[in-house]
């Protein structure tokens, strides 16, 4: 079997095109465009390419982009004080804080700072406790893009077992909650699971996102399952994900890449989230 390879750039695009009509209207309806708010804080250059990256997907699409980057030596009470003053400013509808920050910041601090309403990383306790208990609000972009991949491919989720390998709060804990509420069969794995590659490979869908490279392998694949691998590894010869894509794709029946399968949809449901949360400010008035 050869699996077919799943095209997040496609699926992307397919959103963001979506989001580009969303926002004619947008802008009909209220007389501006959303406005999303980025913070950077230093020069870490993997973090200028990947904020890099969502400026101008903004500009792209016609999402007004407010980008801050202060000094890595600012203080927790300055950033704080940046976090209020973007709170507070009507023109700005999401507010994204560039992660890691650095050690001598406060992060968990900082996303409980930001307006919930604001909060198009869906990090914040409100949106977190808001998924846990299953009501609608801002969803954390890469759990929501992976749920957008599985809608696009046309796969049954409905009674589907799930398996997801990882339980960070920014990708696998939301993404199992997301099936789960898509009434899949949910099982949470990690790299401390007893016999890893048995758990598995009793998925119909298998969600990798622990951030280990090249960590699931055939073994790990039921015949005919759909897998999604979040993980970013850079490694000497580039970018590899959690599963080894050769090896896994002899028995997948559809398979992400690394790079090119979650990525890009990480990106298209920012400006998602963007669209959303000033629809849903506007809304409130």
């Known amino acids: 079997m050869a699996a077919r390879v799943i095209d997040g750039k496609a699926v992307a695009g ?54 801050q980057q202060p000094d890595a ?29 650095p050690g001598h910041l406060d992060s968990d601090r900082i996303v409980a700072l930001i307006d919930p309403t604001k909060d198009v990383d869906g990090l914040t306790p409100v949106n977190a406790g808001l998924l846990a208990h299953g009501t609608p609000g801002l969803t954390p972009c890469t759990p929501a893009g992976v749920m957008e991949l599985l809608e696009h491919e046309g796969v049954e989720v409905e009674g589907a077992h799930a398996v997801v390998i990882g339980r960070s709060k920014l990708v696998g804990v939301p993404v199992a909650r997301l099936l789960l509420m898509a009434n899949a069969t949910v099982t949470t794995a990690h790299s401390r699971t007893r016999d890893l590659d048995a758990v598995c490979a009793q998925a119909d869908i298998l969600v990798a996102a622990v951030g280990v490279p090249r960590l699931l392998g055939k073994a790990a694949v039921k015949p005919g ?5 979040v ?50 400010r506007m809304a409130a008035r």
């Not at 804080?41 to 993997?46: F, K, Q, R």
């Not at 950033?79 to 507010?95: M, P, R, T, Y």
């Not at 399952?225 to 691998?229: F, L, M, Q």
């Open 231 to 280: 993980g970013v590894n850079r490694l000497e010869e580039g970018l590899v994900g959690d599963v080894d894509f050769d090896a896994a794709a002899e028995v997948a029946s559809a398979i992400t890449p690394v790079p090119g399968g979650v990525g890009p949809m990480t990106i298209a449901m920012l400006l998602h989230n963007t669209l959303l949360a000033g629809r849903t």
């Open 14 to 67: 397919a959103v963001k095109e979506r989001v580009k009509v969303d926002l004619a209207a947008f802008e009909e309806e209220f007389g501006r465009a959303p406005g999303l708010a980025t913070v950077l804080v230093g020069e870490d250059p993997a973090s200028e390419v990947y904020v890099g990256m969502k400026v101008r997907a903004c500009e792209e699409v016609g999402i007004r982009s407010i980008h």
């Open 73 to 101: 030596s600012i203080r927790q009470e300055e950033l704080e004080a940046l976090v209020e003053e973007l709170n507070a400013d009507d023109g700005v509808d999401g507010i994204l804080v560039q992660m890691p920050l």
């Open 225 to 229: 399952a759909v897998v999604i691998d």
